[in-house]
């Protein structure tokens, strides 16, 4: 199985509210990333977990902020976003994060539009 | 400063002829290089890497790339395109910086291909 899930597909939410967004890979992955995309542009790193741990933060917003309650698990809850935070939004995950060589597997995204 | 360059907005072939896909790169150190796929509304598929050996990679769906160390190249290519390879194609190179190895993406090449 060489799928990552990210749940919900779609999220509209306003700049007062506050959302999760969730993460899933069953690969035996241990790392685990959140990455930005806006429309036609390359992907954004945002943060990177290492064996259920934060190890990068690429000075995201503390509006932001990420979860890895387990190894196959990873959540961005959100709060109080602005309108220019609407974009998709990519988790990826890979054997491991200090290896180079490693491709990422990349989930489907959830698409977010912050009115 | 270390980074990968994809030269062309927009690629057009027509069904059937070979395809090219170009991508250059700036790294110190031995370059570890990944070509990524994205169709609308989806993630990002892998396709291929090189970390060392043998310089023309194959990869996922009759797609390789050629590594040319002296050119600091990566080009991808397809000997006969199909309309179902219209997508996003990105390339990316893994980089080591603040301590951590990390993913930069090229601005993507748009590949359109035409029956």
């Known amino acids: 199985d060489t799928e990552v899930t990210q749940t919900p597909k779609h999220l509209v939410m306003g700049m007062t509210n506050k959302k999760s967004l969730k993460c899933e890979q069953h690969?035996?992955?241990?790392?685990m990333y959140w990455y930005k995309q806006k429309a036609k542009k390359p992907p954004e790193l945002m943060f990177v977990y290492s064996y259920e741990k934060l190890s990068i933060n690429e000075s995201v917003p503390s509006r932001f902020s990420p979860e890895c309650p387990n190894s196959s698990l990873l959540n961005l809850h959100l709060h109080a976003l602005q309108p220019e935070d609407s974009a998709l939004y990519l988790c990826a995950s890979s054997r491991y994060r200090e290896r180079g060589g490693d491709e990422q597997y990349f989930g489907p995204g959830t698409r977010l539009t912050v009115t | 400063a270390q980074s990968v360059a994809q030269p062309e907005d927009q690629v057009n072939v027509a069904e059937g002829n070979p395809l090219t896909v170009k991508c250059t790169y700036s790294v110190s150190g031995n370059p570890y290089l990944f070509w990524y796929v994205q169709y609308p509304n989806r993630g990002l598929q892998f396709l291929l890497k090189y970390i060392t050996g043998d310089n023309l990679v194959k990869g996922s769906y009759g797609f390789e790339a050629e590594f040319n160390k002296s050119q600091t190249s990566f080009h991808l290519k397809k000997p006969s395109a199909l309309v179902s390879d219209s997508a996003l194609y990105f390339c990316?190179?893994?980089?080591?910086?603040?301590?951590?190895?990390?993913?930069?993406f090229g601005a993507g090449t748009r590949l359109a291909v035409h029956p």
């Open positions: 990316a190179v893994r980089v080591f910086s603040g301590g951590y190895n990390k993913l930069i």
């Open positions: 690969m035996g992955h241990r790392a």
